[in-house]
C-alpha cells in the first residue's frame, strides 16, 4: 500500500485522534453509575422500612454527582486509557471512599448523628464500585462496537511481537486504541488482519503532520540499539505520546519502576507474593472471605449435597488429588459431577475416540463428556460444583485466588514456568479463568499465571473475584 492509498483508507474511517470523545463518554457513564449506586442505597433502606427514609429523595443528593465526578478525575480516572483493571477498581473503590465519606461526614457534622440517610449512603458505597465497573465496561463496549472508542495508534512492527500488539488492541473491548497503520519493513503482506501496512519506518513526522495521530506504539524486538536510537530520535519523537513494548514481556509487570544506577537506567520488579506481610494480608482475605460468603452459601451448600446424593449412587463430594504449593499434593474437595466409574470410562473413550484423546491431552477436560450426570453437568456449567473447595481454602491447601491446581501429568506442560506458578498456593479462581477459562490453552495459562504473580496486589485479587462471579453467571468457558 502507498501513502496516498493509506491516506483514502484513513480519512474514510477515522475523524478524531483525541481521547476527549471517550473521556466524555466515561463521564457520562459514571453519573449514570453514581446515581444508579444512591437508587440502590436509599432502595435497600426504604426496603428495610418504608417510613424511615423517603425513596424519592435521594433525587435531592445528584448535586453531590460533581463532586464525584472531580475526584474521579483527580485520581486519574479520565479519559480512562490502557487502565489495569486491577488498578481501575482500586481506583474506583478509593475515590468513591472518598466521594460518600465525604457526604456522611459533612451530614454528621450538620447534624450530630448518623441517620437513616447516612446508613443509605454507606449502603450506596458498597454497591458503588461494582455499579461503575459495569457502567464502564458497558460504555467501553458500546465505544468498541460504534467504532466510536479507538484512539488511532501507529504499530512499529510487523514482526511477532508487533503482531502480539496488535492482536491484543484488536481483540480487547477495553484497551482504548486502536491500530491503524503497521510501519514495519519486513512484513510482505499489504495488511495484517485489515490493517495497512507501509515499508517506510520513517514517516513518523509525515503521519503526525497530515492525521494529527498522537500514539504510536514501538513494537520491534530485532532492532539493535543503534537503529533503536534512530528510530526514536527521527520518527517515533514526533508523536505526543508513545510506548515501547519489550521484548521481555513475560517479565514486566503493572508494578515495575525505573531506577537510576548511576546513569544506566533498570527496571525494577519483584515477586510480591514472597513477602511476608502480602501472604498474610492474602490469607486473612482469604480466611474473611471464605466465612462470610460460606455462611451465606449454607444453605444452597446443603441443597445441592442433597440434590447429588438422591441424583446418582455414590459420594456427595469428590477429593481429586491435586498439586498446590511448591508441588504438594492435596485432595481438592468438588461435588461429585461424574459417574462413579468415571476413570475407568475415560480409559476406554481415549482408546476408542483419537479426536477425544487430543482435546483431552489439550487441556485436560472434554466438552460434553460423556462421564458427567446430568446434574453434574448442570453443576458443571453454573460452576456450582467447585463449592467445597471453600473447605481447602480454610485448610490452608488453596486461596480464593491463584494459579489453577493441577495434576502431576500436567506438570510438563507448563515446563520450567511448574516451579515459579506453583511457589505459591493455587486458586479456587484466578486470571486465567476470568480471561477464557477452559478455553485457554496452556501457553495462555502460563501468560496469565505470569503476569498475577508478578503483578498481584488485593486489589487485583479483589478484580477478580468480581470478575468471577461475571464469569460464572455467563456460563463462559465451563464445561
Known amino acids: 500500500m502507498t501513502l496516498s492509498e493509506f491516506d483514502t483508507w484513513y480519512r474514510v474511517r477515522y475523524h478524531h485522534t483525541s481521547s476527549a470523545f471517550i473521556a466524555i463518554a466515561f463521564v457520562l457513564s459514571d453519573l449514570i453509575a453514581v446515581m444508579l449506586s444512591f437508587g440502590a442505597g436509599f432502595f435497600m433502606v426504604n426496603l428495610y422500612d418504608f417510613a424511615v427514609i423517603n425513596f424519592k429523595s435521594f433525587v435531592t443528593y445528584w448535586v453531590y454527582v460533581p463532586v464525584f465526578l472531580l475526584i474521579f478525575q483527580v485520581c486519574g480516572l479520565y479519559p480512562g486509557i490502557s487502565l489495569a483493571p486491577s488498578e481501575e477498581f482500586k481506583l474506583f473503590t478509593t475515590a468513591s471512599f472518598m466521594a460518600h465519606g465525604g457526604i456522611i461526614l459533612s451530614r454528621f457534622i450538620e447534624d450530630r448523628q448518623l441517620d437513616a440517610l447516612s446508613v443509605a449512603f454507606a449502603v450506596s458505597f458498597v454497591f458503588s464500585t461494582f455499579i461503575l465497573l459495569m457502567c464502564r465496561n458497558a460504555m467501553h463496549y458500546t465505544l468498541r462496537k460504534s467504532g466510536l472508542g479507538g484512539i488511532p495508534a501507529v504499530i512499529y512492527g510487523g514482526e511477532t ?99 537510576d544506577f548511576d546513569g544506566l537506567l533498570g527496571f525494577v520488579t519483584s515477586h510480591r507474593l514472597k513477602m511476608g506481610w502480602n501472604l498474610a494480608m492474602k490469607r486473612f482475605m482469604d480466611i474473611s472471605l471464605t466465612i462470610i460468603g460460606g455462611l451465606i452459601i449454607l444453605p444452597i451448600f446443603l441443597i445441592l449435597a442433597l440434590v447429588v446424593k438422591v441424583s446418582s449412587p455414590g459420594p456427595v463430594l469428590y477429593g481429586h488429588t491435586r498439586l498446590g504449593c511448591n508441588g504438594k499434593s492435596f485432595k481438592a474437595y468438588k461435588f461429585r459431577s461424574m459417574a462413579i466409574d468415571a476413570d475407568a470410562r475415560l480409559q476406554r473413550l481415549l ?117 468471577t462471579i461475571v464469569a460464572v453467571l455467563r456460563g463462559r468457558g465451563a464445561y
Open 161 to 259: 511481537l508487533g503482531k502480539l500488539v496488535i492482536d491484543r488492541l484488536l481483540d480487547s473491548v477495553k484497551s482504548g486504541y486502536v491500530p491503524v497503520l503497521i510501519l514495519s519493513q519486513k512484513l510482505e503482506a499489504d495488511t495484517y488482519r485489515e490493517v495497512p501496512v507501509l515499508r517506510d519506518i520513517n514517516l513518523g513526522p509525515e503521519l503526525v503532520r497530515r492525521y494529527n495521530i498522537k500514539m504510536a506504539i514501538v513494537a520491534m524486538q530485532d532492532l539493535n540499539e543503534e537503529e533503536l536510537t534512530h528510530l526514536l530520535n527521527h520518527s517515533v519523537s514526533a508523536f505526543r505520546y508513545n510506548v515501547l513494548i519489550p521484548d521481555f514481556f513475560r517479565a514486566t509487570n503493572i508494578w515495575m519502576t525505573v531506577r
Open 351 to 467: 482408546a476408542e475416540n483419537p479426536a477425544m484423546q487430543e482435546e483431552w491431552e489439550a487441556s485436560r477436560k472434554i466438552k460434553n463428556d460423556p462421564r458427567v450426570t446430568t446434574v453434574g453437568r448442570f453443576l458443571r456449567r453454573a460452576s456450582l460444583d467447585e463449592f467445597p473447595q471453600l473447605i481447602n481454602v480454610l485448610k490452608g491447601e488453596m486461596s480464593l485466588v491463584g494459579p489453577r491446581p493441577i495434576v502431576a501429568d500436567e506438570v510438563p506442560k507448563y515446563g520450567e514456568d511448574f516451579k515459579r506458578i506453583f511457589s505459591v498456593k493455587p486458586g479456587l479462581s484466578g486470571l486465567w479463568q476470568v480471561s477464557g477459562r477452559s478455553d485457554t490453552d496452556y501457553n495462555e495459562r502460563v501468560l496469565f499465571d505470569t503476569y498475577y504473580l508478578q503483578s498481584w496486589s488485593v486489589w487485583l485479587d479483589m478484580w477478580i473475584l468480581y470478575q
